[in-house]
């Protein structure tokens, strides 16, 4: 009965430690915004095709990766490990999904995680802190032009990011912009950052101008400007150093925010606002103009309204232009050229008027005025047109009074007559068509039409002449396979060209997928032994499986030493001529 109860314990422990386990684990479910969370992928059986979740509301950094082997009481276990530190990008609660992994031919998945994101903790004050240092040596300055503009105002705000000497940065990114809700605003483009001498609290600093803005206020009250977010890779001096007696640097990513700034905008003045005020601040001319003063009826004229200065130009409402009801208006057509600097709008904006008169006489354009609010004086300013005449000299007599020929627009419309000609002044494309016409016969498309199938032939023989010697050349071919066989196996590798960590995860993964398939072992056998012993085994000459393990190397000191472009490019080049090499010599 001993004896049955032992084989049952002993059958549900085999069970039980056969059961294949796939799990994450987070180092915290709540964290500031300004703290990091680590995230680990833990599996007891190796796997392949490892797929992480989307961390979408996180920036990330990784992923790291470890196994681990070990026998405890003659019973052999394994682990294998993906960790990812997140950086969280904004406030609230975020779900991270599951992560996938192939293990012996079956689909494994994590469970979903909820974690909350909360608004920035403190941080213990250590001056050993690496996290300490970078608040002290780093800050992100937000400089306002005003903050006491008046409605629609312009003013600049610019972003500095002061850094001390003692540190280096590196990987600058926005993570959370401004909106600027209660303006209108326009970015002014910066070709590239550029590193400047400065001083921030009575102290050296090198400083970069990192965004500049013009806004201009569109209401009145206290306005908020919400804060700028930078996500950055700050290196902090420690104590230790190199073999040149450098000091060597840790490398901290931290998250950096503007302070909170507050504008308090004026409402403008209302003792002496003329009726025709639209809004226009700044400093303006005004001018109105014809193209023509003299013309037939049923011939057309532009009429063109025009503020030029600087200002909020794009904000302005032109004043419409009033007519007799004799002269047919149509709907203006506006323009604007206008630039953005830094001392906010300038150029100039108009309204196009066509316009056709039906009949003869003289016809007067009144005077019109613009109003703006000039900040120089803090007033009102007012500048009207002079009075336009148009002489209609040609055309049917009007038999309406003159008193209502010289009536505004809009007090007594009639029916205009129109012609055909009417808008002939202004034909720019005209539709000429050929007199001639010319025949396909013997034209030189008839001809090349004609020859080209003679042409051909000689190009099909040559093709399947090239085609035949090729599949005769069996060592090429062998050659050429290699070479596809190894672009196969590292097209994933070469897409991340140029991305250090993805690159030589992908590089490492080629080489133990092209072994897995070509001497049928596992990745947890991998070794440079077992590798030398069955390349040998295999016929492959030893300066290349030298060469693989060189490569297997500079895949593990990757994750801890700089690699620059040019290095990964050889090193993904040597593995591809190193797969060609073996594949060409394995028995």
Same mark, same amino acid.
């Given at each position: ?42 599996? +007891? ?15 990330? #950094? ?65 001056? +050993? ?14 400089? #306002? ?42 970015? #002014? ?7 400047? +001498? ?25 306005? /908020? ?6 996500? #950055?890779?700050?290196?902090?001096? *420690?104590?230790?150093? /190199? ?31 003329? /009726? ?94 613009? *109003? ?41 419309? $009639? ?22 016409? $010319? ?43 290699? +070479? $596809? ?23 490492? $993964? ?78």
């Amino acid at each position: 009965m001993k004896i049955k109860l032992y084989i049952i314990v002993f059958l549900l422990s085999s069970i039980t430690s056969a059961q294949v386990t796939f799990e994450a684990k987070v180092s915290k479910k709540k964290l500031g915004i300004n703290e990091r969370l680590r995230i680990d992928f833990v599996m +007891n059986e190796d796997g392949d095709n490892f797929e992480p979740p989307n961390f979408e509301y996180f920036t990330v #950094i990784g992923p790291n990766q470890s196994i681990s082997n070990s026998w405890l009481n003659g019973v052999k276990t394994f682990s294998k490990t993906y960790s990812y530190f997140l950086i969280p990008k904004k406030k609230g609660k975020f779900t991270i999904n599951q992560a996938k992994i192939e293990i012996d031919g079956d689909i494994y998945k994590t469970l979903p995680i909820r974690v909350e994101i909360t608004s920035a903790v403190e941080a213990p004050t250590n001056p +050993n802190d690496p996290n300490y240092v970078v608040s002290e040596n780093i800050h992100l300055v937000l400089e #306002i032009s005003n903050t006491n503009p008046y409605l629609n105002e312009a003013i600049t705000v610019v972003y500095k990011l002061y850094a001390s000497p003692e540190v280096r940065l590196s990987n600058l990114r926005e993570i959370d912009n401004p909106r600027y809700s209660d303006f209108w605003s326009q970015n #002014i483009n910066i070709k590239e950052l550029k590193l400047e +001498n400065g001083a921030y609290d009575g102290k050296d600093y090198h400083y970069v101008v990192f965004r500049k803005m013009v806004l201009y206020p569109q209401k009145t009250g206290k306005l /908020d400007l919400e804060p700028l977010a930078l996500n #950055i890779s700050v290196g902090v001096p *420690t104590s230790k150093r /190199d073999f040149f007696g450098s000091k060597i640097f840790e490398t901290v990513h931290k998250t950096i925010t503007t302070s909170n700034r507050r504008i308090n905008v004026r409402p403008l003045p209302e003792s002496g606002k003329p /009726d025709n005020f639209t809004g226009a601040v700044g400093d303006f001319s005004f001018k109105v103009s014809i193209s023509k003063n003299e013309l037939k009826a049923t011939e057309a004229l532009q009429a063109k309204i025009e503020v030029s200065g600087k200002g909020n130009l794009k904000l302005v409402k032109l004043p419409r232009l009033t007519l007799p009801s004799s002269l047919e208006v149509y709907e203006p057509e506006h323009t604007e050229n206008v630039s953005t600097n830094l001392y906010g709008m300038q150029g100039k904006i108009s309204d196009s008027y066509t316009i056709v008169p039906s009949y003869q006489g003289k016809y007067p354009i009144p005077s019109i005025a613009f *109003t703006y609010f000039d900040l120089k004086t803090d007033r009102y300013k007012t500048i009207s047109s002079r009075e336009l005449i148009v002489n209609v000299t040609e055309g049917p007599t009007n038999n309406i009074s003159s008193n209502e020929d010289s009536s505004i627009a809009g007090s007594n419309k $009639r029916k205009v007559v129109l012609s055909n000609d009417q808008f002939v002044s202004f034909k720019t494309n005209p539709n000429f068509i050929s007199v001639e016409t $010319r025949l396909f016969f013997k034209t030189k498309l008839f001809w090349a039409s004609l020859l080209a199938p003679f042409l051909a032939i000689p190009i099909a023989i040559f093709v399947r002449r090239r085609k035949d010697e090729r599949d005769m050349d069996i060592v090429g071919q062998k050659v050429r396979k290699a +070479n $596809r066989l190894a672009r196969k196996y590292l097209s994933q590798a070469k897409k991340v060209l140029g991305n250090k960590v993805a690159f030589y995860e992908a590089l490492e $993964r080629a080489l133990h997928n092209y072994l897995k398939s070509k001497l049928n072992i596992e990745t947890s056998e991998f070794s440079k032994d077992k590798i030398q012993q069955l390349l040998k085994e295999r016929f492959v000459a030893l300066n290349v499986v030298e060469e693989f393990n060189e490569l297997l190397e500079s895949c593990e000191l990757a994750r801890y030493t700089p690699f620059t472009n040019v290095e990964m490019q050889k090193d993904y080049d040597k593995a591809a001529r190193v797969i060609s090499k073996i594949d060409k010599q394995i028995k």
